[in-house]
Every structure is written in structure tokens, then in C-alpha cells.
């Protein structure tokens, strides 16, 4: 197994420009979730998903866009990059959301 | 809606000693998460717990849960250098799906 795959790992965007990030989990994970990280904030929720067709909105959706077609992938849309979007991005899955989440090793984003 | 807050932010202990991390919550824990960090890296989960006063251990680790569910501690005895990393707790909201962490707490292990 694979587990949770997230790509790129590193990203550079200029101001406006667009661009997915990509998660896939082979686990058959009902429950997945993105989160992005930030000096002395944690971890917090854009969005989550809790089976396929099914999407809800975390802390801070603002800026993101997913969707969820198949069990397996759980794509994060940046619609128009801003430089306040600059983070660490994880992508997390698991077979319910009452338990231990396994997270991909991350991407760093950077909007210029 | 509920807010993790954990203490201390930052900690440098020297190798061989022990550490406490807090994690306390604004509203009664349903299911209290902790992870671990390393730098560069994702989550990796160490422990989970549910019921007040509820103790789990692994390896020099353990987690506690307080009576009243609001307050979590995590322990180290003897730190080694591999304990570095930035560790995190987590708590769901009992409503299926949102998983809120605390800011995280960074620790240092000086050989």
C-alpha cells in the first residue's frame, strides 16, 4: 500500500494563476480531509469529504475548491492564487472520521 | 466552536530528562488525538483517547485524559534526540468529520 500520495511536493505560483493539488489514498478511506499548516497556527480544515459525492467546508474553505468522484482521490483547487495562501498543505484519509487520520508527506506552496 | 490550545509552544530539554506537554480544549473532548511531526514530514499518529481519565502508553510516551475531558497531557521520560519534533494534539467534534488541531508544541532534544 501506498497509503496517501499527495503531488507536487513543492510548488511556485505567481499572484492569480490556478493549479490543483492532488491526493490519492489506496486504503478505502471513506473519510478525507486538507489541511494546511502555518508558523504557530497548527493545523487547520479547508475542506473535508466523508465518501464520494460528499464535501464540506472546514475552518477556512475561502480560496479552495474540492470534490470527491471517487473514493480514492480528493483533489484541492486554487482558483486564484494569493500570496496569503503560501503553506504547507496536507492531505489526510481515513475509514471514518471518529479515527487516527494518515496524512501524505505534504506540499509547499508558494504564491508570489 | 472548539479550540485546542496547547502549552508550551516551544520546549528544549536536555537529553535524558522528562517533559510534559498540555493540550486543553474550550468544550468537552469526545476523542483526544496526538501526533507527532518531524520536520519536513507529515503526521504520524501516536495515541488516541476517549474516556475520562483514560491512560495510554507506547515506548517512553504516555497520554492522559482528565476526568473531565477537557484537558490532555502528554509525557516523555528519559528524551532522546529522536523525540525532536513538533507534536500536535487533535480532537473531532463529535459530529463526524472535523478534526481541529492545537497550534503545536516544538521540541528540542539536546544531546
Known amino acids: 500500500n501506498a497509503g496517501v500520495t499527495q503531488t507536487p511536493k513543492f510548488q511556485v505560483l505567481k499572484t492569480g494563476q490556478s493549479m490543483t493539488l492532488q491526493c490519492a489514498q489506496d486504503?478505502?478511506?471513506?473519510?478525507m480531509s486538507w489541511y494546511r499548516q502555518d508558523p504557530g497556527m497548527g493545523l487547520r480544515l479547508i475542506h473535508y469529504?466523508?465518501?464520494?459525492?460528499?464535501?464540506d467546508q472546514g475552518e477556512v474553505p475561502n480560496g479552495y475548491n474540492v470534490s470527491r468522484s471517487t473514493t480514492e482521490d480528493f483533489p484541492l483547487r486554487l482558483l486564484s492564487a494569493a500570496p496569503s495562501q503560501t503553506s504547507v498543505y496536507f492531505c489526510?484519509?481515513?475509514?471514518?472520521?471518529?479515527?487516527?487520520?494518515?496524512f501524505g508527506s505534504g506540499t509547499q506552496l508558494s504564491v508570489l | 466552536s472548539q479550540e485546542l490550545e496547547q502549552s508550551p509552544q516551544s520546549l528544549i530539554v536536555q537529553e535524558g530528562k522528562n517533559l510534559t506537554i498540555n493540550c486543553t480544549s474550550s468544550?468537552?473532548?469526545?476523542?483526544l488525538y496526538w501526533y507527532k511531526q518531524k520536520y519536513g514530514e507529515g503526521l504520524i499518529f501516536l495515541m488516541m483517547?476517549?474516556?475520562?481519565?483514560e491512560e495510554k502508553s507506547h515506548e517512553k510516551i504516555t497520554a492522559k485524559l482528565d476526568e473531565k475531558k477537557q484537558q490532555s497531557s502528554l509525557h516523555i521520560t528519559a528524551s532522546q534526540p529522536s523525540h525532536a519534533g513538533i507534536y500536535l494534539c487533535?480532537?473531532?467534534?463529535?459530529?463526524?468529520?472535523?478534526?481541529?488541531f492545537g497550534q503545536g508544541t516544538e521540541l528540542s532534544v539536546k544531546p
Open positions: 489526510a484519509s481515513s475509514y471514518s472520521g471518529f479515527e487516527k487520520l494518515f
Open positions: 486504503m478505502n478511506h471513506e473519510y
Open positions: 469529504s466523508v465518501g464520494a459525492g460528499i464535501t
Open positions: 468544550k468537552t473532548l469526545y476523542g
Open positions: 483517547l476517549q474516556k475520562g481519565g
Open positions: 487533535g480532537a473531532d467534534d463529535n459530529q463526524g468529520g472535523k478534526l481541529i
